[in-house]
């Protein structure tokens, strides 16, 4: 199969979709593999990297997307990006349709098969494409929101770990899950004093052994308005897989915190879970509202491109190789969890929280193929 890897264009966006390692188990399984120039650069790998591990590199995008059969990306493509997709073409990377109509529109008029990331399911490993970023994401959310509480930033100018003579900082992580557990496990090392809000009770028991100094609330038995006023730092890390994350904390909650305080909204690839949050980028990362510090940047891994196209690479290799060495029919026939992933079909929307959510014509995926 002839595979391209792009260069990433969204706003200092350093990751890519192969590492010269995983291109070269591509290339002796007979595979080509084109690179598009400088694209591994800013992840620390050379294009002499990648033609060492076989791959040709290629001077312009659109001669890649025009001839090759798979594309491997990392982040969803912009709109430059799905005007040279082919239809039949596939598309490998993160979408995140629900927070953008736009993007789904181009994709089903692209005609090109669309398969996210973060829809691939798992029977032991819930979504395992989306885990190694949520991880990352997770542990980032801290560091961010800890740069963000000095003074220079226009935080409340505190440690997040206090000091021998003062108290730590408060964290609030609402959701337990990947990236919440992360955060909590990077603020604990940091010695901020930790409560977390999660709905799960089987989840909560999780934490609760992982975390025994950290305060773990049930987030339907804890009104927000109450404990708000505590917290110096609140993380978003709320998931609802493949549609909208939920509006958790609310405009009118922002009068009760602090001035200065710091919110960072991890989950605002999904449109976020604060009313308040918009989309940034590493270059403004930040803005505020009613005094309270928004840190919303939508590609938070791509701050640490290294780990992060290793940790994601490590992950998605399989199914590259799946796809690459039986087909897309085979692979997405072989299993619900693949099948999960297909959200744009030659045309059609195959994925049913999106179509729900954007009102568009669902088409079940095991009809298709």
């Known amino acids: 199969m002839l595979i ?30 084109h690179v598009e120039k400088s694209a591994g650069l800013g992840s620390g790998f ?7 591990a076989g791959a040709k590199i290629i001077e312009k995008s659109q001669d890649l997307f025009s001839n090759c059969e798979l594309i491997i990306k990392v982040k969803e493509p912009q709109t430059i990006e799905t005007q040279q997709l082919q239809p039949n073409q596939i598309l490998f990377t993160y979408l995140h349709l629900a927070s953008s109509q736009k993007l789904t529109q181009e994709l089903i008029n692209s005609k090109c098969i669309s398969i ?21 994401a997770g542990r980032l959310s801290i560091q961010a929101g800890a740069r963000c509480l000095e003074k220079n930033q226009g935080g409340l100018g505190i440690l997040l770990s206090g000091s021998s003579y003062s108290n730590p900082a408060q964290t609030l992580i609402i959701g337990g899950g990947v990236v ?10 940091m010695q ?44 978003g890390a709320v998931l609802i897989p493949g549609s909208q994350a ?17 919110v960072v909204d991890v989950a605002i690839d999904q449109g976020g879970c604060f009313e308040t949050s918009r989309a940034t980028t590493h270059e403004n990362p930040t803005y505020i509202v009613d005094d309270v510090i928004h840190y919303c940047v939508a590609n938070m891994p791509g701050a640490v491109p290294r780990t992060s196209t290793i940790s994601l690479n490590t992950a998605t290799l399989p199914y590259i190789e799946s796809i690459a060495n039986n087909g897309l029919s085979e692979f997405l026939k072989s299993s619900n969890h693949h099948l999960n992933g297909l959200n744009t079909f030659k045309g059609h929307l195959t994925y049913k929280p999106v179509a729900e959510l954007f009102d568009i014509p669902f088409m079940d995926p095991k009809d298709l193929v």
């Open 4 to 33: 391209g890897v792009p260069k990433e264009i969204k706003n200092n966006e350093f990751r890519i979709g192969l590492t010269p390692k995983s291109t070269q188990v591509l290339t002796q399984q007979n595979h080509e593999v």
């Open 46 to 52: 050379t294009d002499e990297d990648y033609l060492n």
């Open 116 to 136: 996210a990331y973060e829809t691939i399911t798992s029977d032991t490993q819930g979504l395992p494409l989306l885990t190694p970023m949520s991880e990352v």
């Open 180 to 189: 919440g557990y992360n955060a909590a496990l990077i603020a604990n090392g």
């Open 192 to 235: 901020s004093k930790i409560t977390i809000l999660e709905k799960s009770e089987k989840r909560i028991e999780v934490l609760k052994k992982e975390f025994p100094k950290a305060e773990i609330l049930n987030i339907d038995q804890i009104n927000l308005e109450t404990i708000i006023s505590r917290f110096d730092l609140v993380i």
């Open 246 to 262: 939920p509006k958790i904390l609310q405009k009118k909650h922002l009068g009760l915190m602090k001035p200065g305080s710091v």
